[in-house]
């Protein structure tokens, strides 16, 4: 019988101990903050990572498990070119298995207009160096052998890959771990402390930990976390869906999507499924504070999310958005978000699945979950300090509002944010990531919709 329910990643061992100084604490463990937290201390500097939950517990043990270089946006493709090597070489450094696989991915269209622009698609990757192609429906097809979907053709790229979301975040952590840095599980940071104008310390339920910077890679949480110092963070959430599958005898290598659903292997020989009729939307309060900001975004998705208006509105409106050191936060009363599947809307994906592939029928549902996605105005990844914006508190960064396709980036932003913290030469442009650029007069402009991409 299927289960509904969070996927559990690999455990890490707790740090109960806090360090009374270190140089860097980074808040959040998901796959930016283990990544950053990597990064510093094979620099040799001295961090401590604080997760209010589970290393990987929320968004990054719960995503697609796409590594993809194909369909990104340009201010983005750098930093993920620089990602891809990064994961190339992640088992290896971490001494343990992530899943990466370099697989090919396969973007399928059902129309002549779709294909066209797949063919540009493939003119920007392979300036890039990567040889990706455009392909008739025969041959995209051939690598799923009695596949019937009604396609015209195909994006196929050999360098997208795929790595394993339990797995991944808990190795990167063990790895740090290994390298002398602490990891301190349910253990929320409440506030940032400073002194002469500059970070000084981090507050947590178990004390205070004494520091010159803190990063500030809490996900949803993380619009929250820093409105409480004074900073506007422009991010809302949705939800989306998946399920795993039972192993699938002989199922295919490589991943796939179609209009109606998406599929990649797993480690374990199931498949993770989804697809776009998944996505759901809950209004709360934010949605009107910040609608001016998103409504190109939520424009662009408008006949693809779900939108809904309930109890979420309420319990949004009653949490505290200021606190002191010594108040209990909304991070201890939710250690770990774990919304509801739809389990309508993904079963009905899965059974469009089974119709046009025999690989997959009579193979059983093992699981379901739901998770929510922080999203940023234009879909772009905040890696940033807070100089620019109001209330900028020197030594505090930000690697949040990852948009739904964080995962495959997160070596990258750890790499990039690792040298923003330590003064050193960005290994890409920083400028598209900044935080200011929402307050700065940019023009904020998303590439495409999240649920796209």
Known sequence: MPTNGRPIPDPVPNDLTLPQSVDVVVIGAGIAGVCTALELAERGLKVALCEKGDVGAEQ?????????????????????????????????????????????????????????????????????????????????????????????????????????????????????????????????????????????????????????SVVVAAGIWSRLFLGNLGIDLPMLKTTGTVLRTDPVPDGPEGTFKFQDYTFRRRLDGGYSISGPQTGLYEITPDSFWLAPKFFPALKSEFTRLKFRFGKRFVQEMKLPRKWGATDRTPFEDTRIYDPQPDTKAIDKVYAQLQAAYPAFQGVGIAQRWAGYIDVMPDIIPVVSSTEGVRGHIPGLFVASGLSGHGFGLGPGIGKLMADLVTGAVPVVDPSQYRLSRFSDGSKIAPMEGILRR
């Not at 196929?156 to 975040?169: I, L, T």
């Not at 063990?174 to 970070?199: D, I, P, W, Y």
Request: with cysteine; net charge neutral.
């Open 60 to 212: 990054s043990s719960r995503n697609w498990g796409w590594v993809r270089l194909s369909h990104r946006d340009p201010r983005e493709m750098p930093l993920m070119v620089e990602s891809v090597r990064l994961w190339k070489g992640m088992n290896e450094r971490t001494g343990a298995e992530t899943g990466y696989r370099q697989c090919g991915i396969t973007f399928s269209v059902t129309t002549d207009e779709a294909l066209k622009e797949e063919e540009d698609w493939a003119q920007i990757l392979q300036e890039y160096q990567i040889p990706a192609r455009v392909l008739p429906a025969p041959e995209a097809l051939n690598a799923f052998p009695g596949l019937t979907a009604p396609i015209k053709g195909a994006l196929y790229n050999p360098h997208d890959g795929r790595a394993e979301p339990q797995k991944a975040s808990p190795a990167i952590a063990n790895a740090f771990r290994m390298l002398g840095g602490t990891v301190h599980q349910n253990c929320a940071v409440r506030t940032v402390e400073t002194s002469g104008g500059k970070v000084s310390a981090v507050v947590t339920e178990n004390g205070t930990i004494r520091c010159s």
